[in-house]
């Protein structure tokens, strides 16, 4: 449990970096595309070399690999539900914030996502009050991610603009010089 805790973690680190670094330069829709892709083609590695779970290529609902495309109507809702909540609001949102906040933030959000959702379990009446070991866990949790953001917060950088002004100012001079001079 705790080398997949601490792959996860590695993981999780590379993939805000790097979509970090690529986000700018590529469009949010086709930057899901591909990670979603990616991550089909490691999950349908995983069942078949690892799982242990029986499957077949087939439409099958229950055990086919491509069973998601029979429409049945206790799923329907579900299935919505899934994509335009977790996955277009919760991760393409992580995604198209990672342009505006460093991945540290991002990641502090994502490790407050199951204390949340423990605390709107309770709200809706589905879930139980978690045991004393769970509190004392999301408390290290909460104490560690404000730590690491106040931390944060407080590292500024400035800097000096002047001489890039001043070179932007000489040049709207000169092309303006330039526009005066009259040509024979």
């Known amino acids: 449990g705790n080398i997949i805790a601490f792959a996860s973690s590695v993981a999780t680190a590379l993939y805000l970096t ?19 892709t990616l991550a089909s083609v490691f999950l349908l590695g995983y069942i078949i070399a690892l799982s242990g779970q029986e499957y ?28 335009v ?28 996502e199951p204390i949340v959702a423990t605390l709107i379990g309770l709200a809706v009446g589905v879930s139980t009050l ?11 949790v909460m104490f ?4 690491v953001i106040l931390s944060g917060s407080k590292k500024t950088e400035t800097i000096d603009a002047t001489e890039a002004l001043q ?12 526009q005066k001079v009259p040509t024979y």
Request: proline share 4%; hydrophobic share 55%; aromatic share 14%.
């Open 18 to 36: 790097v979509a970090k670094r690529l986000r700018p330069n590529v469009d949010l829709v086709l930057f899901m595309f591909v990670i979603f």
């Open 56 to 83: 077949n290529f087939s439409f099958d609902p229950n055990i086919g690999l491509f069973g998601w495309v029979n429409s049945r109507a206790d799923r329907f809702l579900l299935e919505v539900y899934i994509v």
């Open 85 to 112: 909540v977790c996955n277009g609001v919760g991760t393409m949102g992580y995604i198209a914030i990672l342009k505006y906040f460093d991945p540290v933030v991002v990641t502090m959000v994502m490790l407050m």
């Open 144 to 147: 560690g991610s404000i730590m």
């Open 130 to 140: 978690p045991g004393w070991v769970t509190w004392a866990g999301d408390a290290v």
């Open 167 to 178: 070179h932007f100012e000489a040049d709207a001079v000169k092309k303006q010089t330039l």
